[in-house]
Antibody, heavy 122, light 107 residues
Framework: EVQLVESGGRVVRPGGSLRLSCAPS????????MSWVRQAPGKGLEWVSG????????GYADSVKGRFTISRDNAKNSLSLQMNTLRPEDTALYFC???????????????WGQGTLVTVSS | DIQMTQSPSSLSASVGDRVTITCQAS??????LIWYQQKPGKAPKLLMY???NLQTGVPSRFSGSGSGTDFTFTISSLQPEDIATYYC?????????FGPGTKVDIK
């Protein structure tokens, strides 16, 4: 059974940093691209960042470019999102999602985690 | 960036009704269009891919159509378990973008 378990969300002050993690299981992680998608309270879905199967290609939403960094460790079966210079508008539930297909993150999401909540507030 | 719009933003229908949601892209996305269902407090669930293909295990009362910029998602006979918000997503180009969602509930 495919599972994605996010962790690392907490309350952080504006300007602070946070690192989110996603632990995949039930599939061969190295075969899939991955993404982070977020959802602000009561709002819709926003793609944040994606990474190819081998980490060679990454992409970011304009709203986080230069502040967030996605990475993966295929040997340790882990996905991360380093979030710096956090703003109140980054407050959201952050989902880890598996990208369907050939290993490119330019795809859609066939499995999602349950999310980890990040709250940016003073 | 490709902007996705959806209409209506919300609807209320009776059990057994046919429900239709539309999604429009700001430029041609061919059939690179996805539909998700999100129930309250849950992660989104993939329902349809490439505009008209039903994901494995999804009931056949769900269907989709369209190509280019205009797409339609239909529930042929609304069931109580279909109460959710439905999102479209394009994946022809990055950044990947979602529609704002359509909230469906029972009248």
């Amino acid at each position: 059974e495919v599972q994605l378990v996010e962790s690392g969300g907490r309350v952080v002050r504006p300007g602070g940093s946070l690192r989110l993690s996603c632990a995949p299981s039930g599939f061969k992680f190295v075969d899939y691209a991955m993404s982070w998608v977020r959802q602000a309270p009561g709002k819709g879905l926003e793609w944040v960042s994606g990474i190819s199967w081998n980490g060679g290609r990454t992409g970011y939403a304009d709203s986080v470019k230069g502040r967030f960094t996605i990475s993966r460790d295929n040997a340790k079966n882990s996905l991360s999102l380093q979030m710096n210079t956090l703003r109140p508008e980054d407050t959201a539930l952050y989902f880890c999602a598996r990208a369907y297909g050939s290993g490119s993150y330019r795809s859609y999401f066939d499995y999602w985690g349950q999310g980890t909540l990040v709250t940016v507030s003073s | 960036d490709i902007q996705m719009t959806q209409s209506p933003s919300s609807l209320s229908a009776s059990v057994g009704d046919r429900v239709t949601i539309t999604c429009q892209a700001s430029q041609d996305i061919s059939n690179y269009l996805i539909w998700y269902q999100q129930k309250p407090g849950k992660a989104p669930k993939l329902l349809m891919y490439d505009a008209s293909n039903l994901q494995t295990g999804v009931p056949s009362r769900f269907s989709g159509s369209g190509s280019g910029t205009d797409f339609t998602f239909t529930i042929s006979s609304l069931q109580p378990e279909d109460i959710a918000t439905y999102y479209c997503q394009q994946y022809i180009t990055v950044p990947l973008t979602f529609g704002p969602g359509t909230k469906v509930d029972i009248k």
